[in-house]
């Protein structure tokens, strides 16, 4: 019997347990989703409130185009081409000309020319840390912004109009509910995905046809099924059976207590196969004098099991059948809902 030796790997995707498993998880991803939404708000929250505060000035400023400009509209500058001039060169120099004790850098990062609704009035903002440094610059940028405007030859004139304001402290940017909904969205998105490789790396058997379909070994079923005995009986024979499994030696002991009162012929001797190296284990194996019912567990890897199955292969003891013990009986059922097999009639009658 080699077919143990199959790869999972190889095994195509089975649709319907991956949905009904995945769905058992979405309470874990709900979970992370709320989980993702507070660590980023609480990072938002932080990053945006530790922040530099800042400081904002303003005037407006009023453009007399050429005559020209009232019949074709092109000839108007908007509020892109404002912002995108209003951080080169040609205006930050009559900035610094206006007022040389300026910092380039400073009055490149702190200024900026928008329009906010006519495109004859340009608002000047001056956004720093420093509120008189706010003042200084806007001061600078009406005489900077008026040199250049004026040298363009769509503008005839500029002027400024209601004055400069105070600076005003700006409130700190805090996106609460953007922070929210990106944090969930994390969350989800980061949970779904590590249930779903989970899912798909997962070899444990979590059905008891996966049984006879991986290792084509007969599989008795479940060990909570009403009517195991009987179909040991059928399988195993009616002269009892040697339980053998790699579980540890509590589970094991549960296992075989479970058999016995599910009425089973279990023989008192069982096979530990945990570890194939102990001795005296291949004359235990050699000398079985009755059928070897193997028992498997939803809970564990099947690493352990496929060499155990290798060992009793190696002195020709196979398994007659398999059992399938701390089984999730709630799954199973719904697995098998609207399925014609011997297992959905069976995943009906667990105790």
Same mark, same amino acid.
């Given at each position: 019997?080699?077919?143990?030796?199959? #790869?999972?790997?190889?095994?195509?995707?089975?649709?319907?347990?991956?949905?009904?498993?995945?769905?058992?998880?979405?309470?874990?991803?709900?979970?992370?989703?709320?989980?993702? !939404?507070?660590?980023?708000?609480?990072?938002?929250?932080?990053? #945006?409130?530790?922040?530099?505060?800042?400081?904002?000035?303003?005037?407006?400023?009023?453009?007399?185009?050429?005559?020209?400009?009232?019949?074709?509209?092109?000839?108007?500058?908007?509020?892109?081409?404002?912002?995108?001039?209003?951080?080169?060169?040609?205006?930050?120099?009559?900035?610094?000309?206006?007022?040389? %004790?300026?910092?380039?850098? %400073?009055?490149? &990062?702190?200024?900026?020319?928008?329009?906010?609704?006519?495109?004859?009035?340009?608002?000047?903002?001056?956004?720093?840390?420093?509120?008189?440094?706010?003042?200084?610059? +806007?001061?600078?940028?009406?005489?900077?912004?008026?040199?250049? !405007?004026?040298?363009?030859?769509?503008?005839?004139?500029?002027?400024?109009?209601?004055?400069?304001?105070?600076?005003?402290?700006?409130?700190?940017?805090?996106?609460?509910?953007?922070?929210?909904?990106?944090?969930?969205?994390?969350?989800?998105?980061?949970?779904?995905?590590?249930?779903?490789?989970?899912?798909?790396?997962?070899?444990?058997?979590?059905?008891?046809?996966?049984?006879?379909?991986?290792?084509?070994?007969?599989?008795?079923?479940?060990?909570?099924?009403?009517? +195991?005995?009987?179909?040991?009986?059928?399988?195993?024979?009616?002269?009892?059976?040697?339980?053998?499994?790699?579980?540890?030696?509590?589970?094991?002991?549960?296992?075989?207590?479970?058999?016995?009162?599910?009425?089973? #012929?279990?023989?008192?001797?069982?096979?530990?196969?945990?570890?194939?190296?102990?001795?005296?284990?291949?004359?235990?194996?050699?000398?079985?004098?009755?059928?070897?019912?193997?028992?498997?567990?939803?809970?564990?890897?099947?690493?352990?099991?496929?060499?155990?199955?290798?060992?009793?292969?190696?002195?020709?003891?196979?398994?007659?059948?398999?059992?399938?013990? &701390?089984?999730?009986?709630?799954?199973?059922?719904?697995?098998?809902?609207?399925?014609?097999?011997?297992?959905?009639?069976?995943?009906?009658?667990?105790?």
């Amino acid at each position: 019997m080699k077919l143990w030796e199959m #790869r999972y790997g190889d095994e195509p995707v089975n649709g319907r347990l991956f949905l009904l498993r995945f769905i058992k998880k979405i309470p874990l991803i709900i979970g992370c989703a709320f989980i993702g !939404a507070a660590l980023v708000c609480a990072c938002h929250l932080f990053y #945006r409130l530790s922040s530099q505060y800042m400081f904002q000035s303003e005037t407006d400023v009023y453009l007399e185009y050429i005559p020209e400009a009232g019949s074709n509209e092109l000839i108007y500058f908007n509020k892109y081409t404002w912002e995108q001039m209003s951080k080169d060169s040609a205006i930050i120099d009559e900035i610094l000309k206006a007022d040389p %004790t300026l910092d380039e850098k %400073t009055v490149r &990062e702190s200024f900026l020319a928008t329009l906010k609704s006519d495109v004859k009035v340009l608002t000047l903002q001056v956004t720093n840390p420093d509120p008189e440094m706010c003042e200084k610059i +806007l001061a600078a940028g009406v005489t900077g912004i008026s040199a250049f !405007a004026e040298s363009l030859p769509e503008i005839l004139s500029v002027r400024e109009i209601g004055g400069a304001s105070e600076p005003v402290l700006l409130p700190p940017d805090v996106r609460t509910v953007r922070a929210i909904i990106l944090g969930a969205v994390i969350g989800i998105f980061v949970s779904a995905l590590f249930v779903w490789v989970w899912i798909v790396s997962d070899d444990r058997i979590i059905l008891p046809e996966t049984i006879e379909k991986r290792y084509h070994i007969p599989s008795a079923g479940c060990i909570t099924a009403k009517n +195991l005995s009987e179909t040991l009986e059928d399988l195993a024979g009616e002269d009892g059976f040697i339980a053998a499994s790699t579980l540890p030696s509590n589970k094991f002991n549960e296992a075989i207590d479970s058999l016995l009162a599910a009425g089973t #012929r279990v023989e008192g001797k069982t096979i530990d196969l945990s570890d194939t190296e102990k001795p005296g284990l291949v004359a235990e194996v050699k000398n079985a004098d009755h059928p070897i019912v193997y028992i498997f567990s939803s809970k564990n890897h099947t690493g352990g099991d496929e060499r155990a199955l290798s060992f009793l292969s190696k002195y020709g003891k196979e398994p007659m059948c398999a059992v399938l013990t &701390e089984t999730d009986d709630a799954l199973i059922r719904a697995y098998y809902i609207g399925k014609d097999s011997r297992f959905a009639e069976e995943s009906k009658k667990t105790k």
